[in-house]
């Protein structure tokens, strides 16, 4: 949903963000929705492939594509629509002419194109026919296609409930690319929430080079900060969890290990010092202080434990129970990975059972969670920097608009309102005789 936008920010921030326009904008504006939500399209860009490029562009967003282009690199990403009548042929056309419209305007040298197409693109059908001539107009190929060997992606689409497996997500990449390709698969993760599997295509470190131009981006919102020793410091003391510290362990030890940089120190008086007439030279100060950074870091690492790994930008509700069903998960995933994947048997049953048991447990940690702050939400915002601690505050209590409580005729709970609108379709819904 467009309100939702604002968790992307929930990711690191180490990538550039481009999204489409919702879909849902205009489904609700025109009628009531049934079903589940659909449309929509991000891509995400790491900031360091980013900056190769001298300019970056999002041309002509839609509901149903996104097109990038990076100087001479087109990256576009796609969401089709599931064709099963004439109706939705012709809709599939009309999108892939609009995108082929707006590619064929864009100057460009290599295109990639990803998503999920709805479509098995290796099997004849009406759909594949229509898609197949939208990629040669392009002079690109479906990736599976260009592999040296045999392609080892058997499905991206799965709902094991039902016993559904289908071939839907593809890359297409201009046949100029194809060269390039290191790897082409699926991703079996635990970490994946949705019924399409995560489609990975390598490129080697240099197939973009005849896509850039001169000069790199000079945006300062994505340069790296230069490595200042105060960033240094500061992020070395993040890494601690100074709450825990005993004061006193720690005084004690920075007391005796400072005492030799104070007893050179306190030969020299304060008039040598005004008059600079210590026999202590400039490298002699520098390298004292740098004597004294040494220490203090060095008492710091052993009196004050380190902070736990947690990522409260959307994890602050993690715990050991969590920790265990993932870990047991994953250790069924692999077992059931290395016997070759079978779709049947105790292996897949275990699966199946240790990835339901997993995400059952996420959904209540999360439900259990909401307006609350634990330890780690509150080391993780009272090391943060502002910008950083309204990401996390945001992500974590930001409240959506669709989540405001509903007013019907002055009715307000859930119960009433249900029972108001059933009263009223019954009653109009009743025969006159």
């Known amino acids: 949903m467009i309100f939702d936008l604002h968790k992307l920010d929930s ?4 990538f550039v963000v481009f999204h489409g326009i919702s879909a849902m904008k205009s489904k609700l504006s025109n009628e009531i929705l049934r079903g589940r939500p659909f449309g929509g399209i991000t891509t995400l860009i790491k900031k360091s492939f980013y900056k190769k490029f001298s300019s970056a562009l999002s041309v002509k967003p839609s509901e149903r594509f996104l097109v990038l282009k990076l100087d001479k690199l087109l990256i576009v990403n796609v969401y089709l629509p599931c064709c099963s009548c004439d109706d939705d042929y012709e809709l599939l056309f009309s999108i892939l002419n609009d995108l082929l419209d707006i590619i064929s305007e864009v100057e460009h040298n290599s295109i990639i194109i990803g998503g ?20 040669h107009k392009l002079n690109s190929s479906v990736c599976n296609n260009l592999l040296n060997g045999p392609c080892t ?14 071939d839907i997500d593809y890359f297409i990449v201009s046949n100029s690319l194809s060269n390039s390709i290191n790897n082409y698969q699926v991703i079996h993760s635990i970490e994946n929430m949705s019924d399409h599997l995560p489609v990975e295509l390598e490129l080697n470190s240099n197939f973009y080079i005849d896509c850039v131009q001169d000069s790199p981006i000079n945006n300062s919102e994505y340069n790296e900060p230069d490595l200042v020793e105060d960033n240094y410091y500061t992020s070395f003391l993040n890494r601690f969890d100074w709450s825990l510290t005993s004061s006193g362990k720690y005084y004690e ?19 040598q010092i005004v008059n600079r007439t210590t026999p202590l030279t400039v490298e002699d100060f520098n390298s004292l202080f740098n004597e004294m950074v040494l220490i203090l870091q060095t008492c710091t690492q052993e009196c004050v434990p380190l902070r736990e790994k947690t990522n409260c930008h959307k994890k602050c509700w993690w715990d050991n129970n969590l920790q265990e069903e993932k870990s047991h998960s994953i250790r069924t995933q692999q077992a059931w990975i290395k016997a070759g994947k079978p779709r049947s048997g105790n292996l897949y049953n275990e699966r199946l059972k240790a990835r339901k048991n997993y995400r059952k447990l996420i959904t209540e940690k999360k439900v259990n969670f909401q307006g609350k702050i634990s330890t780690n939400l509150k080391r993780s915002l009272y090391a943060s920097s502002s910008k950083t601690f309204w990401r996390i505050w945001n992500t974590n209590f930001h409240a959506s608009k669709l989540s405001k409580k509903h007013n019907v005729n002055n009715l307000k709970t859930n119960t009433e309102i249900a029972n108001y609108l059933a009263n009223n379709f019954r009653e109009t819904c009743t025969p006159n005789n």
């Open 153 to 166: 992606i058997e499905y991206t689409y799965v709902v094991e409930n039902r016993n559904a497996y289908s």
């Open 11 to 14: 990711f690191e921030n180490d």
């Open 253 to 271: 030890c920075t007391r005796i290990s400072l005492m030799e940089i104070y007893n050179k120190l306190n030969l020299i008086s304060v008039d």
């Open 116 to 135: 999920d197409f709805n479509c098995n693109l290796l099997q004849y059908s009406t759909g594949m026919s229509i898609i197949q001539d939208f990629i």
